[in-house]
């Protein structure tokens, strides 16, 4: 058994670069569209020549192990690498019809049509209200106090957080739990009311019954918007994606329609990941 | 495992693991007690230091807060006075209000025959006692040509034999005062006729030669506006300084190089900036000397590297989560840097701030460069009014000669550490205030 996942390990690291993308990238319905994607870390080459779509109010999930580029590529998808002086980022990232790294393209503009959730629940040291309040706020979207209290409430309620949190909207939203807390940051995301939502790992810090109603809540969000996830449980990917990529070691191996990639998997790295041999 | 294989190798002599760790562990706690004593040892030498300073600064200073008053019935005589019409303010002011006390005190003791014992009679109450009588006729200008009983300021050699005396005549300091003075003082403490009250004085008035009526009121008036230049100046450049240098600065040679300029200036000698801001301000721009705009400019310059490095650590502190967070959600980075960085931020900046200017309000070396050491008796009024600031108006009466300026420069002290501890709790305040929001 030991030595069988050396041999694995001794095949899964040889370079990848050559490989190409197995499956269909494309979508007929893009709404968002990566092409020939290569990002750098300085010198170091974190993702090659990727290439996606993310189809409208469709839920794709990306998985693959630690350190493969998922998490880069998802955050260059709103251009959150902005702030990090070494990333340089080439190809094509186009949000409908719209170049998102177009020197034009205003990057305030960007995150306000894509937004994300984070890993770990990082609501503002603010009230509940506040938080849900600070992006419409930013953006000029409520034009009274009435509709930014409307635009709290809706949100809060696609959250699946309004019937918890009605009494205590004042409450510092620090104090909630983690599992409310990731539906509260992920509340603050829709009342800016973006058309694609990032999701990095957003359940990777919460217990198995938060998870669940984040999942939930992902199956009614697709209906209004569009989710690309990265995730670690591939139970998660299997329940909430109807396609997903798995990408390794900065290369896009696979992407299918999830059902297909967890039963029947083009290729022998996906089914190598999924089944457990490594990861 | 591992183990195992260990004692197969050496036989059943080696003993097991948890007897190793048994035999070590007495050890171990031992030196746990003496790490944790050293601690306590050295907190214990800090509080006795401090405890010690009190005890002098206090046991010396307190004293110096009331002050002795002779009782002397004096007779507003209009001619001695020479007044003519009494509600006149000019004749009033320029009268001559020591005859009258002079006369007092040669009716009282009538032994004073020579001119030279008179001089020495006279010496006995503080020629600030003519600002009494004035004020007393202008509140009530019938008074005049009354005979009335007035607590009079003493002179400070009277004061410190007063202080000095307690019970027993003998143990008093006698100083400048000769025999015969000593047997007039005798004879009011006899008469009860002289006292001690607070010193109000010490607390509204300026500088002066007259320990008896030098006053603390000028100095903290000179420091108060000096911090205030320094505050508004230092403050919003030190946080400005280190928004950009944190946020917005590329890293590069440049901004290395800056950070390490700042790193050595918080470490040159503060008389250095008094320097400076005797070249630059007074020198070069012609700024008056001796005012507390050019003392809070050069405070400034001497507090910015303080503020500004711990602004940053400050900045640095914040979580990155709370960025992403805001950015994420489509705010600008001044957004982000004005909604979230900075309020989450202050208590830390404050807290660098605080240090800043308490070590700013306890500055002498340069204030004495730019001439804040000068001798000024006026309570000034604004930041272009020559002034001395506290530690400086310490150091001056530490040199004066007189006995009674012991007692002042630990009052001063005193007065300093009070205005300090003021500062620091108010700051204290601001920033738990700011913490509670989560």
Redesign the interface.
């Known amino acids: 058994m030991k030595t069988k996942i050396n041999e694995n390990d001794t095949q899964i690291t040889q370079d990848v670069s050559t490989l190409q993308t197995v499956g269909n990238v494309f979508s007929d319905n893009a709404k968002m569209s990566m092409r020939n994607v290569n990002v750098f870390y300085d010198d170091k080459q974190a993702i090659h020549d990727v290439s996606l779509d993310i189809g409208k109010n469709e839920v794709v999930a990306m998985i693959g192990p630690s350190g493969c580029g998922k998490s880069t590529f998802l955050r260059c998808m709103?251009r959150?690498n902005d702030?990090i002086?070494s990333c340089r980022i080439e190809g094509d990232f186009r949000l409908e019809k719209d170049d998102i790294y177009h020197p034009k393209q205003d990057v305030?503009?960007?995150?306000?049509r894509v937004?994300?959730?984070?890993q770990?629940p990082?609501?503002?040291?603010?009230s509940i209200y506040d938080n849900v309040a600070?992006?419409p706020k930013?953006?000029g979207l409520a034009a009274s106090k009435t509709d930014l209290d409307e635009i709290v409430e809706v949100s809060l309620r696609k959250a699946g957080l309004w019937a918890e949190v009605k009494d205590r909207l004042t409450a510092?939203g620090?104090?909630l739990s983690g599992g409310q807390q990731q539906r509260l940051?992920i509340a603050?995301?829709i009342a800016?009311g973006p058309e694609v939502i990032l999701m990095d790992e957003p359940c990777s810090a919460l217990d198995p019954i938060a998870t669940a109603k984040i999942e939930e809540l992902m199956a009614e969000l697709s209906q209004n918007f569009t989710i690309a996830i990265v995730t670690h449980s591939m139970q998660q990917a299997a329940r909430v994606s109807q396609r997903t990529a798995y990408f390794h070691m900065g290369k896009l191996i696979e992407v299918n329609d999830t059902k297909r990639v967890f039963t029947n998997p083009e290729h022998e790295l996906t089914e190598a990941y999924i089944t457990g041999r490594f990861g | 495992m591992k183990n195992e294989s260990i004692q197969n190798k050496d036989g059943a002599a080696k003993p097991s693991t948890i007897d190793l760790v048994n035999k070590n562990l007495a050890k171990r706690y031992r030196a746990e007690k003496r790490f944790k004593a050293y601690g306590v040892a050295a907190i214990l030498f800090g509080l006795a230091c401090l405890v010690i300073l009190f005890t002098d600064i206090i046991g010396k200073g307190h004293s110096a807060f009331l002050q002795t008053y002779v009782y002397v019935e004096v007779n507003y005589d209009a001619d001695a006075l020479d007044i003519s019409n009494v509600n006149d303010p000019q004749q009033l002011a320029i009268a001559d209000y020591s005859a009258i006390v002079k006369s007092a005190l040669r009716e009282q003791f009538t032994d004073a025959k020579s001119r030279k014992q008179r001089r020495n009679l006279y010496g006995l109450v503080s020629n600030g006692a003519s600002f009494t009588l004035r004020e007393s006729l202008e509140n009530n200008p019938a008074l005049l040509n009354q005979t009335v009983g007035l607590w009079l300021l003493a002179d400070d050699d009277i004061d410190t034999y007063y202080k000095s005396r307690g019970d027993n005549k003998d143990d008093a300091f006698v100083g400048r005062l000769n025999p015969q003075q000593v047997a007039w003082v005798e004879t009011w403490i006899d008469q009860k006729q002289i006292k001690k009250r607070f010193n109000t004085t010490f607390f509204t008035s300026g500088d002066s030669r007259e320990p008896e009526q030098a006053g603390i009121m000028g100095a903290m008036a000179g420091s108060l506006f000096t911090l205030l230049v320094t505050i508004a100046l230092s403050f919003p450049i030190g946080v400005a300084a280190a928004v950009y240098l944190e946020e917005y600065a590329p890293k590069n040679k440049i901004t290395d190089f800056i950070e390490v300029n700042i790193n050595n200036l918080a470490a040159v000698p503060s008389i250095i900036f008094g320097l400076l801001g005797l070249a630059i301000f007074i020198g070069y721009f012609e700024m008056h000397r001796s005012i507390p705009l050019v003392g809070g400019l050069v405070l400034s310059l001497m507090t910015l590297p303080t503020i500004i490095i711990s602004s940053r650590a400050a900045i640095k502190s914040v979580p990155s989560s709370i960025r992403d967070a805001a950015l994420g959600l489509g705010a600008s980075k001044m957004q982000v840097i004005l909604h979230h960085v900075l309020p989450l931020a202050m208590p830390g900046m404050l807290t660098g701030a605080i240090i800043g200017f308490a070590q700013a309000l306890g500055e002498t070396a340069p204030l004495l460069m730019i001439g804040m050491v000068a001798f000024i008796v006026d309570i000034p009024g604004g930041v272009s009014d020559p002034a001395t600031a506290l530690p400086v108006q310490i150091f001056l009466w530490s040199d004066s000669p007189e006995r009674a300026f012991v007692e002042r420069t630990s009052a001063a002290i005193m007065v300093l550490l009070a205005f300090l501890i003021t500062m620091n709790t108010a700051a204290i305040w601001l920033r738990k205030r700011l913490e509670r929001r989560w």
């Open positions: 709103n959150m702030t002086d305030v503009a960007l995150r306000a937004g994300i959730v984070f770990k990082n609501p503002f040291p603010k600070y992006g930013v953006h510092p620090t104090g940051c603050r995301t800016v």
